[in-house]
């Protein structure tokens, strides 16, 4: 009997593997910049522990810096780049060293900063950045008890202010009124993190003590609470825009570093939580709401790693990491408003070294072929205009933020509007006449030439209309007809008895009065001595003017003059 048992397929066991996921971002790489194009000679400060110390908007990039007693920083034009100067200009207003500083997302010449002497600080940089210390605030904000380590603005409600310090409260100001509004004092310990949501309507933080707590920032409630990541250094959280999603970083049980994916619905147990690698650096979230790609950045790390977020399991992908070899002490972030549309860049950071004094932009771009606007990498994104005033917002008004599109947004900067400066005047006459003369309209002269040559040209009417000017008084006193003279240069002479030479004189006296005088080719030398009198009166030319056949040979007009009967 034959066993047919062997000759018998085995049951098809479905396969795992999904093949390549398709992303438009998959392909996204980090691109360093030259040395001419990074900032150096910055001395960073040493006390900014897991913050930023650094902040970045269309205009200016703010570097907290290490100065003997104090806190200060330093605000440079964003064109600004190569060597610093060791004495430019730093705004001095602090008795400890700054921790945290933050641009209004409104106004780009409006930061704040939070220090270690338990204030928060509002200051005005003029465009064009500072000419000499700036040591007077705007506002001074006093109401935490300990160091202030977090200031975050509200992202569509103007002139609020979330601060949050060591004495375990998170602090709700009006900065216009430079008043405290809200206190919010539901932590038991250290606030590690702060984020709000897409309309500021929900706000997200991490503590010391393990919690993850979704909290309404305008009445102070807790909405949820769940235990974040086991370990027992420092978690951050980042709200992922309107998704209702929280990204985390934090470390295990087992001190390896983890991210993990929530729902602020629900803190019981993560959608997911991965483990990335060993290391001991604190990891910091970034992400970027118009392309829902998050990057993840280490302090004491050399690489960026960027992952992208989905609605459906696994809820989030891994894309590619950015590897330098110089490791990063902070980061700073620029605005979406401020990305280079031509060059396809969706994400620009400032990185700071952790070991040279140097701030290095980096970009992360997505490779395109073509240098035209991508509408699909730039949705409409938010623009610096405010969706309400802080009043609203504090009655219990809600708005998600004023969009604005990316392909004609380049130019907006702020969107308080800039007084219009009239030019000046020019006191060039010259340059006035010839700027009127170039806008004068040409007109063509159709005209036969018969009737052109015989009518009066431009030229002799303009002569005719300014013979009371010394030159044409002069022309007409020691010349003879410009037009005759073109026509026949005999004419001008004297050998006929019969023509006489008109000549007029003008005098330099203060009534400007025009003698005449008539003088016959046979009158005597006095006559011409005397004519020699006035030209010295006139003193208009230095050099000799021109003389007639008559003056140059005297002799001969005298025997011409005896021959005649």
């Known amino acids: 009997m034959v066993d047919t048992r062997a000759c018998q397929k085995p049951p098809i066991r479905q396969s795992t593997f999904r093949g390549i996921r398709s992303s438009k971002f998959r392909h996204v790489y980090g691109k360093g910049s030259r040395k001419e194009n990074c900032y150096e000679n910055v001395l960073i400060t040493q006390k900014a522990h897991d913050t930023a110390a650094c902040a970045v908007n269309p205009k200016f990039v703010a570097i907290a810096v290490e100065v003997a007693g104090g806190g200060a920083f330093i605000v440079l034009p964003l064109d600004k780049t190569g060597r610093i100067d060791i004495n430019t200009p730093k705004v001095t207003g602090h008795a400890g060293p700054v921790l945290d500083l933050k641009w209004c997302p409104f106004n780009d010449n409006l930061i704040a900063s939070g220090a270690d002497d338990c204030t928060i600080k509002l200051w005005h940089i003029p465009d064009g950045g500072l000419k000499a210390n700036l040591t007077d605030p705007l506002a001074d904000l006093q109401g935490h008890q300990r160091r202030v380590s977090i200031v975050e603005w509200h992202p569509t409600a103007e002139n609020v202010l979330f601060s949050a310090g060591y004495d375990y409260q998170i602090l709700v100001w009006d900065t216009r009124r430079a008043a405290l509004m809200q206190t919010i004092d539901l932590h038991t310990d250290v606030v590690y993190s702060l984020s709000l949501n897409r309309d500021g309507s929900r706000m997200v933080t991490t503590c010391r003590d393990k919690r993850l707590r979704i909290i309404d920032p305008l009445s102070g409630?807790?909405?949820?609470?769940?235990?974040?990541?086991?370990?027992?250094?420092?978690?951050?959280?980042?709200?992922?825009?309107?998704?209702?999603?929280?990204?985390?970083?934090?470390?295990?049980?087992?001190?390896?570093?983890?991210?993990?994916?929530?729902?602020?619905?629900?803190?019981?147990?993560?959608?997911?939580?991965?483990?990335?690698?060993?290391?001991?650096?604190?990891?910091?979230?970034?992400?970027?709401?118009?392309?829902?790609?998050?990057?993840?950045?280490?302090?004491?790390?050399?690489?960026?790693?960027?992952?992208?977020?989905?609605?459906?399991?696994?809820?989030?992908?891994f894309l590619s990491q950015y590897i330098s070899g110089e490791p990063q002490r902070g980061f700073g972030v620029m605005p979406k408003r401020g990305c280079r549309v031509s060059q396809c860049e969706i994400f620009r950071f400032f990185k700071l070294y952790a070991t040279k004094a140097i701030c290095e932009p980096i970009s992360m771009i997505v490779p395109r072929k073509s240098d035209q606007f991508q509408p699909d990498l730039y949705p409409d994104t938010a623009s610096p205009t405010p969706?309400?005033?802080?009043?609203?917002?504090?009655?219990?008004?809600?708005?998600?933020?004023?969009?604005?599109?990316?392909?004609?947004?380049?130019?907006?900067?702020?969107?308080?509007?800039?007084?219009?400066?009239?030019?000046?005047?020019?006191?060039?006459?010259?340059?006035?006449?010839?700027?009127?003369?170039?806008?004068?309209?040409?007109?063509?002269?159709?005209?036969?030439?018969?009737?052109?040559?015989?009518?009066?040209?431009?030229?002799?009417?303009?002569?005719?209309?300014?013979?009371?000017?010394?030159?044409?008084?002069?022309?007409?006193?020691?010349?003879?007809?410009?037009?005759?003279?073109?026509?026949?240069?005999?004419?001008?002479?004297?050998?006929?008895?019969?023509?006489?030479?008109?000549?007029?004189?003008?005098?330099?006296?203060?009534?400007?009065?025009?003698?005449?005088?008539?003088?016959?080719?046979?009158?005597s030398p006095k006559m011409s001595n005397y004519a020699l009198q006035q030209e010295k009166e006139i003193q208009i030319l230095d050099k000799p003017s021109p003389k007639t056949e008559s003056e140059s040979n005297p002799n001969e007009s005298q025997e011409a003059a005896a021959a005649a009967p």
Not at 264 to 283: A, H, W
Not at 293 to 315: H, L
Not at 399 to 409: E, F, I, N, Q, Y
């Open 221 to 317: 409630k807790l909405l949820q609470e769940g235990m974040c990541h086991e370990g027992s250094k420092a978690c951050k959280a980042v709200y992922c825009g309107d998704t209702g999603l929280v990204f985390t970083t934090g470390f295990s049980r087992f001190s390896d570093r983890q991210f993990g994916v929530w729902d602020e619905k629900n803190f019981n147990t993560p959608l997911r939580l991965d483990n990335i690698d060993s290391s001991s650096g604190v990891l910091t979230p970034f992400y970027d709401h118009d392309t829902r790609v998050v990057f993840v950045a280490g302090k004491g790390d050399g690489n960026i790693r960027y992952y992208e977020i989905t609605d459906s399991p696994p809820y989030c992908h």
């Open 387 to 523: 969706a309400m005033s802080a009043e609203e917002w504090f009655s219990g008004t809600t708005r998600g933020p004023v969009l604005m599109s990316m392909k004609t947004g380049m130019t907006i900067k702020t969107h308080r509007p800039l007084p219009l400066r009239p030019t000046e005047s020019s006191s060039d006459k010259n340059a006035d006449k010839k700027y009127a003369f170039l806008s004068r309209e040409t007109r063509a002269d159709y005209r036969p030439m018969e009737v052109k040559t015989s009518s009066s040209t431009d030229k002799d009417l303009k002569t005719s209309t300014n013979l009371d000017t010394k030159f044409q008084a002069l022309q007409k006193l020691w010349g003879c007809n410009v037009k005759n003279m073109g026509d026949n240069k005999e004419q001008c002479s004297t050998n006929s008895s019969g023509i006489e030479s008109e000549r007029t004189y003008t005098s330099t006296s203060t009534k400007n009065t025009i003698n005449k005088i008539t003088i016959k080719s046979g009158d």
